[in-house]
Structures are given as structure tokens and as C-alpha cells.
């Protein structure tokens, strides 16, 4: 166990909705990020929080957005969802680990949009 | 641009054969880097990092600063090996390789 959690689990939704997934690190990290892997795909970075604020941003749509709230727990926003937006969604934490700032992955969130 | 790049997006090896899955990083100054697993689509996890240089289910990497590489090695790959594997660095935005998926056959 990662000490990172991720809600729900699965999701299934139609085109056009809107969802929101939640993330709470590891006790104690600051940062979070988001990433996006559709089936046979690798890992997408969509964006990073730090503190509360937005560090860096990657390949995000702008139909996607992201919060960072002051107990550190994070939200990943989904709005005018279509099909290509069904894909695994994982949150992971970092923080200071021994000098080290490996990243600890969530169990995902299974998005299927019909 | 600091990039990690995985050649291998596909990899597969016999049970006991060595293996080596190949990372070569562009960035300047002292990375940071990393090898992550994910078995069957679950959390990645962490394998290695390179500043502890340290083996983990047998496997283990080694930064070579002058080819940029930090290929993760196993001298007896194991069925159980078979999963999808990234490597990755610290830096602004973090970045993960595309993945290689390792086959062990029986």
C-alpha cells in the first residue's frame, strides 16, 4: 500500500457529462500529480500541485481541470467528456523521502465513457 | 528538451535469460532518475532510484552519466518479471519514458 488513495474506483459515464476524481496523498507530501493512460498507451503527465499551488502542466486538456485544496487532498475535473477520454487516471504523491523525490502512485481511477 | 526516452516499447525474454531494459535520458546537471513496475495495468511502484544504488527482486540499474543511460538489468529474468516497466526523472515536470513491456516465457 502506497499510503495514496484514489476515489472511486470505476466510474462509468456518458458522453458530455462531467466527473470529478479525488486523490489524498501519503501524509505529509506536498506535491501531487495527475496522469492519464489510455489502454496500450503509456503514462500521460497532465499536471502537478504543489502546496496547493500549480507547478507544472503537461499534456491537460481544457476541457480538464485540477485543485489542490488546503489539507493537500487533490481533484482531477472531467467536463464534456467523450469516448477518448476513457482511460485508467492516476494520482501520485511525493515529498522528501531520504533526500529522495520518487513518486508514490494511487490505485487509479478505471474511467470508461459510453 | 529533458526527456526520458524507452526504446523498447516491446521486450520479451525465456525464463532465465538476462534482460535488460534500456533508459536514455537527455538532461543537464545531475538527474534524478528512477525505474517504476506496473503489474497488469494496477499502481506503478517503485523499483529503483538510482542514488541508492540498490537491487530490488534482482534487478538493478546503473547511471552512466557519459552515455546518458540507465538501463535496468536482471542476469535471470522470472515469469513474474512480466509487467510494464518506466522509467523516469525528477525535474519541472515530471516525465516518464513511453514504458517497455516485458515478456518472460516459460
Known amino acids: 500500500d502506497s499510503g495514496v488513495t484514489q476515489t472511486p474506483k470505476h466510474l462509468i459515464t456518458a458522453t458530455g457529462q462531467r466527473v470529478t476524481l479525488r486523490c489524498s496523498p501519503r501524509s505529509g507530501d506536498l506535491s501531487v500529480y495527475w496522469y492519464q493512460q489510455s489502454l496500450d498507451q503509456g503514462l500521460q503527465f497532465l499536471i502537478q500541485?504543489?502546496?496547493?499551488?500549480?507547478?507544472a502542466k503537461g499534456n491537460i486538456l481544457e476541457r480538464f481541470s485540477a485543485q489542490q485544496f488546503p489539507d493537500l487532498h487533490s481533484e482531477l475535473n472531467l467536463s464534456s467528456l467523450e469516448l477518448g477520454d476513457s482511460a485508467l487516471y492516476f494520482c501520485?504523491?511525493?515529498?522528501?523521502?531520504?533526500?529522495?523525490?520518487?513518486?508514490?502512485f494511487g490505485p487509479g481511477t478505471r474511467l470508461t465513457v459510453t | 528538451a529533458q526527456r526520458v526516452t524507452q526504446p523498447e516499447k516491446l521486450l520479451s525474454v525465456f525464463k532465465g535469460a538476462p534482460v535488460e531494459l534500456k533508459c536514455n535520458y537527455s538532461y543537464s546537471g545531475s538527474p534524478e532518475l528512477f525505474w517504476y513496475v506496473q503489474y497488469s495495468r494496477q499502481r506503478l511502484q517503485l523499483l529503483l532510484r538510482?542514488?541508492s544504488r540498490e537491487s530490488i527482486k534482482g534487478f538493478t540499474a546503473d547511471l552512466n552519466k557519459g552515455e546518458t543511460s540507465f538501463h535496468l538489468k536482471k542476469p535471470f529474468a522470472q515469469e513474474e518479471d512480466s509487467a510494464m516497466y518506466y522509467c523516469a526523472y525528477r525535474g519541472g515536470k515530471s516525465t516518464f519514458g513511453d514504458g517497455t513491456t516485458l515478456t518472460v516465457k516459460p
Open positions: 538510482h542514488i
Open positions: 501520485a504523491s511525493s515529498g522528501n523521502t531520504g533526500g529522495s523525490y520518487e513518486q508514490y
Open positions: 500541485y504543489y502546496n496547493g499551488e500549480e507547478r
